[in-house]
């Protein structure tokens, strides 16, 4: 895929405010500034806590849960679906995963997210959209896109895992980042053989995706390695989807699969090793 496939601008977003074939969809690490901070006018949201996450499982809700989820915010599958949040579109990115997950063909990030709308000036609101509701119909999960553990340790010295955490996280000093709480894997560290590039090295200062060329320069050691797996993983999954994001859909490499379950699976396991 190309850069215009998958990004937009602010300024493309913002003349298509109007287009009914575009839905604006926040996804936010802070799930209450949809309501209390404002959004982009008709955007609809959905909870990364309690609706992107089973209820009593750790993982991810089920095909015909995400078609209701979609279903409800009145999104149908011939819709632009353009996903943004804040922190320079850090949970915005998983959603972006889960909808290629569930086959959603025309999905984009909006380059920069909040933060480049915002500081370009543009208009957020807290009125809420009515939108009719549709019946969404999800494909089965694409899972050449998505690893297991079980995947995770079958491949360990075959596959190239890339650790997007901080470096703090990945040397096992943190169990999650600073000044969140220190929750995650029974163990700290990182999984054997993984490098340490930490996902916002991907960006500019106010949240755009650096060059291609500069993207290149950061991820050349993976680049450089045509037909070697690479998996993405962080603490809960997020981060590493914005890694797959910049590997996978910018970078346009084919074999780029996101362990979801990452740190706070594998750092529970009994009898894998560890690295420090």
């Known amino acids: 895929m190309s850069r215009d496939d998958v990004l937009v601008s602010t300024s493309w977003a913002e003349s298509r405010l109007d287009d009914d074939s575009v ?22 949201a959905l909870n990364w806590r309690t609706e992107l996450q089973e209820e009593y ?6 095909r015909e849960r995400f078609a209701e989820l979609l279903s409800a915010r009145g999104i149908t599958r011939d819709h632009t679906v353009v ?3 804040g922190n320079h579109n850090w949970f915005a990115a998983y959603a972006y995963w889960y909808l290629r997950l569930y086959g959603h063909a025309d ?3 909006l380059d920069g997210g909040r933060m480049r709308w915002e500081r370009d000036g543009l208009p957020l609101t807290t009125d809420l959209p009515r939108r009719p509701v549709t019946d969404y119909v999800a494909d089965p999960q694409d899972l050449s896109i998505r690893a297991f553990r079980d995947d995770v340790l079958a491949g360990l010295g075959t596959d190239a895992l890339v650790d997007v955490r901080s470096v703090d996280e990945y040397t096992g000093r943190l169990a999650a980042p600073a000044g969140l709480p220190q929750e995650g894997g029974r163990q700290r560290g990182h999984i054997p053989g993984a490098v340490s590039i930490p996902w916002n090295r ?15 320069e950061i991820y050349a050691d993976l680049l450089d390695q045509p037909g070697r797996r690479v998996v993405t993983y962080c603490r809960i999954g997020e981060r590493s989807s914005h890694t797959w994001f910049v590997l996978h859909e910018l970078l346009d490499q084919p074999a780029v699969v996101n362990y979801d379950g990452s740190w706070v699976e594998y750092g529970s396991l009994i009898g894998v090793p560890v690295e420090r």
């Open 23 to 44: 839905v604006f969809l926040e996804v936010d690490e802070d799930v209450a500034a949809y309501h209390t901070d404002g959004h982009i006018p008709g955007a609809v």
């Open 57 to 62: 499982a750790r993982d991810l809700v089920g």
């Open 83 to 85: 996903v943004y949040g």
């Open 107 to 109: 999905v984009r990030l």
């Open 202 to 216: 991907a960006v500019t200062r106010d949240g755009t995706f650096r060059t291609d060329a500069d993207l290149r």
